[in-house]
């Protein structure tokens, strides 16, 4: 299956307003995309709603091609947040307690992990570049390697698509870098489908293959390569949130290019 994720038509309100207004979109299998915008643009918003943490107020989403009310595969998704920086150096749990609690369901009747548990919990922990973090509490890791853990415990269960919400707030720039190269290798070398919100703007347009460009209610979709990220900061300076940059393309609602 190409598509794994079709937005048709999607409305979104908490109260009154709309957030999103009408949005049709896309994302194939392989993609990186990035959501890039102003300040309750909507970003947060529409990520909630593809992952069925709320619900459309009309139009639909579809996941790995299911309807989101009856999606189940919820392994083959994973999500990243920005909170899981919240830990302190006293959280009791080690980096491998972090990702055996994933595996729980695997244990079996006593709830123990075997040998093969164990091998899969050092693969994903290679993966992100973590090994040598096994047995160190998640409390006593860098924002930046906090959040490897957590993609290596994503990565447990063979997951086909990723969402991060500004993972990298507060992380140093040294390992956000190493951040990106991981999610670089994931997409790249796993063909693990990516969508990141992110302020950086700068580095994601550079990550990304598209970019989603939220303003006024609506999105534009870019390809990386013709976005003009110079340009958009350009237009965006200043205090007014609800500006949204000249888009060369014609109508509303993504689909654009
Ligand atoms: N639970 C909520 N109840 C009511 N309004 C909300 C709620 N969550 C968000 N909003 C509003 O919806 C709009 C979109 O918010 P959203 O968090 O999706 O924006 P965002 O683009 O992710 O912003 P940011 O870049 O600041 O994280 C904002 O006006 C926000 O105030």
């Given at each position: 299956m190409k598509e794994i994720i079709e937005v048709e038509n999607l409305s979104f309100s908490y109260?009154?307003?709309?957030?999103?207004?009408?949005i049709n979109l896309t994302i194939n299998k392989g993609d990186f995309i990035a959501f890039i915008g102003p300040n309750g643009s909507g970003k947060s918003t529409l990520l909630k709603l593809l992952i069925g943490d709320l619900k459309a107020s009309s139009g639909q989403v579809k996941l790995l091609g299911k309807a989101i009310k009856n999606f189940?595969?919820?392994?083959k998704v994973g999500y990243i947040s920005?909170?899981?920086?919240?830990?302190?150096?006293?959280?009791?749990?080690t980096v491998k307690e972090i990702i055996g609690a994933a595996l729980y369901q695997e244990m079996g009747w006593f709830k123990i992990l075997t040998k093969k548990l164990e091998q899969r919990i050092d693969k994903v922990l290679k993966l992100v570049d973590m090994?040598?973090?096994?047995?160190?509490?998640?409390?006593?890791?860098?924002g930046g390697q906090q959040q490897r853990v957590f993609i290596a415990r994503t990565l447990i269960s063979n997951p086909e698509i990723i969402f991060l919400d500004e993972p990298l707030v507060g992380v140093d720039a040294k390992s956000q870098d190493e951040f990106y190269k991981l999610l670089a290798k994931l997409n790249g070398e796993l063909g693990i489908t990516i969508v990141m919100i992110s302020h950086d703007i700068y580095v994601i347009s550079d990550q990304a293959n598209k970019i989603f460009c939220f303003g006024n209610n609506s999105i534009f979709v870019h390809q990386a390569e013709e976005f003009d990220y110079i340009n958009y900061l350009n237009q965006i300076?200043?205090?007014?949130?609800?500006l949204v940059p000249k888009h060369e393309h014609q109508g509303v609602n993504s689909r654009c290019c």
């Open positions: 109260e009154d307003d709309y957030v999103l207004k009408d189940k595969e919820w392994d920005q909170k899981v920086r919240d830990f302190n150096s006293s959280f009791p749990a090994f040598d973090y096994k047995y160190r509490k998640i409390g006593e890791l860098s300076k200043g205090d007014n949130k609800s």
